[in-house]
DNA sequence: GATGAATGAGCATTCATTCAT
DNA sequence: CATGAATGAATGCTCATTCAT
């Protein structure tokens, strides 16, 4: 937090800006944000060293815009339209849209997530991102709750949070890790569809009930 | 992987090695492995930084140290027995020993996390205990699946690892982050173990009356 | 040396080098010379850093005629008449004048100091100010020597450098540290005087003579 | 002050501290504090610029050690016995050994004048131990008072510092600023002295008075 | 086997000064 | 003339690792 964006007035001082970011981005995604040196950042912008901290405190500083900017550039594109009657399509098409998004910037998630584990505040920042699709997602449960479309046993905040983490860790197994895992977003987001209209027993299925 | 587990033959020598690695654990946990030094380590138990590299090549190999006999303590400690006629009976037992056993390690989870995102190796190692386990629990889902407990559309694979991927990022907001979510890992086994039944949505239309 | 006062024709440019002048010397105050940034002093009046350098080659430059501006009202304020009948009245003047001018500007005695002890040159100027005084103060002593006013035995030289150290530093240390130290520049001049004029020892004590 | 002695216990360690010690008190009499390298004073003992470290939080912490020590051997320089009955021996006595210490040591000087100016905690230590000696001839006068040797007028404590304040900076401008002055100790001591015994004024002069 | 002293690469950061616009 | 963006030299400091004792 702390950081203000950097707003610049003349178009030379915004050129700059951009280019930094742009850089920065490139930068971190190549070497990870450790070993990311500002020269190489100011480089990247065919800037020198002295120029960076015209505009930006320090390498956390624009770091944490680059991610301020890719977490929101991430919201706006997972953002869908609750459609009432078939609240399971949302869901899926949420679902959908979060893998694809993950999938296309594989990197930035890593670098989002290594970030995190090594500067609290950039957690607090993804973690948040992360609970506030989570919400809407439960806001979704809870009118279809109403609606008699979901069972009543079902906390929606908790079912939200464990969908969420479905999505998460799958794309970053998948499309970070690039482990050998179906990578369609289409048939993952079916599969986990799928697994919350039903779930995984068969309903014909004889002694399938939830063990004590 | 490169590292060899130290083994030393002299009392004295496996003393070392023990204080060493319960130092490191320690320091590790505290500070994380990347503002960890290695004297403090040293020192933490009862030795100078000279002696350590006697027994260590370098701060990587008794960070490897550390997490595989993490690593090892977890595997052991969440593998439980498959009950053919009610698998889902194994699968909850499992997600609750695994919330349990996160819940009483949160920070070297944090650490195991932490250093996989710094260190392509350790990740490697860290998501292959994942698999691990997913596997052992597609294993029981395929299983159950011959005798026509389980859908028949589910991949085991996937639904292992969405299964699992549940488990490890609830925990994660729990218990590492310290996020305002149920806390009971009995609570949530249910919760999860619920949904595995019988998905979100209910059956009848209706009200959908968890399965008992 | 070296700088030449800036002589500037148009009446803007007039004003600007007055901008810069007072804005360099409450700068300098504020933060002392060395941790005063140009642009500060620029923007303190009102003119971008560029514009600085128009009107001055560089910091030192602008540092060098504030403080010679500085030297140069002191001098003034310091000096008084010599009264030929009364030389210790003079003194004591002289001596209660340089007294109050430092009470009153002891930001800009520490400036001059500061910089002295950074820069020869300045030092020069500074220490010849203060042997001006000095070789005023000689000049008096000599003619009242002339007139049989004072013990033969005293070169004048020396005695006036003496007596500028006592005010020099009494002030420094009163004014410019702020110790716990009589303050009202009249008392303090008063027993410099009364020192010049009879001694610290009792003229009638025992044997308080000159120890050889 | 914050900053503790370092006390090593290897001989080695000791060595060490001492050459660093003597390499930075001559780095800094060559080329000011501020101008001092942290890699000059360790190539002057020696010694790579990682050791330095070892023994010395920063540069400030050495120049801190170095100016203590400095100010100590001049106190037990100018240290000297009061005799009772002859107090003007001893103040003269006390007067000379500062002047001829200060002749010796004039670069010392120089730097802690400089250190002082750019560092309050220094200032306020050069100070102290300049109040030091002055205390000890104010009580050496309030004895001669009580003796009857000395005119009841004057305050002990001012005309402590004023006999300080002629020594100080008549030795900064004949020794530290090579001023074209008289440099014999004795004769500067002598000067001093007489001023102290008799004033300036001539006793039998006539009109001398000090004026009101 | 220990000790702990020594090494030294590696990078962030500041700000006076210059110069394109 | 003024602006303010760009330059880039210069150095403090850390700590994993090595090595003399």
Redesign the interface.
């Known amino acids: 937090m702390e950081y203000a964006d950097p707003v610049e007035k003349t178009p030379k001082a915004q050129r700059a800006v951009a280019a930094l970011l742009q850089s920065a981005r490139e930068v971190f995604e190549r070497r990870?944000y450790?070993d990311a040196r500002v020269s190489d950042i100011a480089e990247g912008a065919n800037l020198s060293s002295g120029a960076f901290y015209r505009y930006f405190t320090d390498k956390r500083h624009i770091m944490f815009n680059v991610l301020r900017q890719f977490i929101s550039e991430s919201n706006d594109y997972v953002r869908v339209r609750f459609t009432e009657d078939e609240p399971?399509r949302s869901i899926r098409l949420s679902t959908e849209r979060y893998l694809e998004f993950y999938a296309q910037h594989s990197n930035m998630h890593?670098l989002l997530?290594?970030v995190?584990?090594?500067d609290e505040e950039v957690?607090l920042l993804r973690?948040e991102a992360t609970?506030h699709w989570h919400s809407r997602i439960s806001r979704m449960?809870t009118r279809a709750r109403e609606l008699?479309?979901?069972?009543?046993?079902?906390?929606p905040?908790?079912?939200a949070?464990?969908l969420?983490?479905?999505c998460?860790?799958?794309a970053y197994?998948a499309y970070g890790?690039g482990?050998d895992?179906?990578k369609d977003p289409k048939v993952?987001a079916d599969?986990?569809t799928?697994?919350?209209?039903?779930?995984?027993?068969?309903?014909t299925?004889?002694?399938?009930?939830?063990?004590?």
Not at 205 to 212: D, I, L, S, W
């Open positions: 990870g450790l399971l890593r997530l290594q995190g584990k090594v957690e973690v609970e449960l008699g479309l979901v069972d009543e046993a079902f906390d905040d908790i079912a949070t464990l969420g983490a479905m998460e860790t799958y197994l890790m482990r895992m179906e993952v599969h986990i799928r697994l919350w209209e039903s779930g995984v027993f068969s309903r299925g004889g002694k399938g009930e939830v063990a004590r």
